[in-house]
């Protein structure tokens, strides 16, 4: 993020991202939510339905806060950290405070500064690029967002949570066990939480992310079985590594 901030840099080398910052990628996310959310409704006849997301980055839900503006019945978006709860804590009580990142079983969620939650609080903050500029100024300075732009404009779509590393193995074994169905870590957080605020009329949609085979040590401890395989990734188990190892520095 600090090269990409040197655009001079940026625009030299034709820089491009494509994780949860490319603006592209967000944009494909809306249209599953969209999907998802008509599918349900006509399967059930709901009016209206909730979203339980794992996130670290903030991009996958704020995909989802998207597709609310754009008028998607969603009544509840759930969001859903592991033992890095920095996005949990500003939701429940408005403490967005940097915190040390805890390695676990989902690594994707191993984040302290979520890169869309930038883009999220633009509307927190009026749409003012201003007010949002000198929030993430101090946030820089003090590691901690000041709390005064966004006085009065809590918004009650967003609920939040956290499921820690036993909860996340708890969860992976009883939807094994129950369902037979193989949840990965990222996805078991997101049911964990989801499983909290369900509302009775309005179906609960959780949003997988990965495939359990990458994350096979983790489900042989949930379950005490090795069943996380997939052949594309078995085939790959004896091939050569070829990596090269960088300092990590922007020089």
Same mark, same amino acid.
């Given at each position: ?187 078991? #957080? ?32 949930? #379950? ?28």
């Amino acid at each position: 993020k600090t090269i990409f901030n040197d655009l001079a840099f940026k625009d030299r080398y034709a820089l491009g991202s494509v994780n949860s910052i490319n603006w592209a990628r967000v944009l494909a996310q809306i249209v599953y939510y969209f999907y998802a959310a008509f599918r349900v409704m006509e399967a059930t006849g709901a009016a209206r339905v909730r979203f339980s997301v794992p996130t670290g980055n903030f991009g996958d839900i704020f995909a989802g806060y998207m597709a609310v503006r754009m008028g998607l019945p969603v009544s509840r978006l759930v969001l859903a950290t592991n033992e890095n709860d920095i996005l949990a804590r500003f939701f429940q009580s408005d403490d967005y405070s940097l915190g040390k990142v805890h390695a676990t079983i989902s690594p994707s969620m191993d984040i302290q500064v979520a890169s869309n939650f930038e883009r999220y609080l633009y509307y927190r903050a009026g749409e003012n690029a201003g007010v949002l500029s000198g929030m993430m100024r101090a946030f820089a300075k003090d590691g901690k967002l000041p709390a005064g732009p966004l006085e009065g404009t809590r918004e009650e779509l967003f609920v939040a949570g956290s499921g820690n590393t036993r909860d996340t193995l708890a969860t992976i074994r009883r939807f094994h066990g129950d369902y037979g169905y193989l949840l990965d870590p990222h996805s078991a #957080v997101g049911v964990f939480v989801g499983e909290q605020h369900r509302q009775k009329d309005e179906p609960m949609i959780c949003l997988a992310t990965a495939h359990p085979a990458k994350f096979a040590a983790a489900i042989r401890e949930a #379950v005490g079985q090795d069943v996380a395989r997939h052949p594309m990734l078995d085939a790959l188990r004896d091939r050569p590594t070829r990596c090269t190892v960088l300092p990590a520095s922007v020089e």
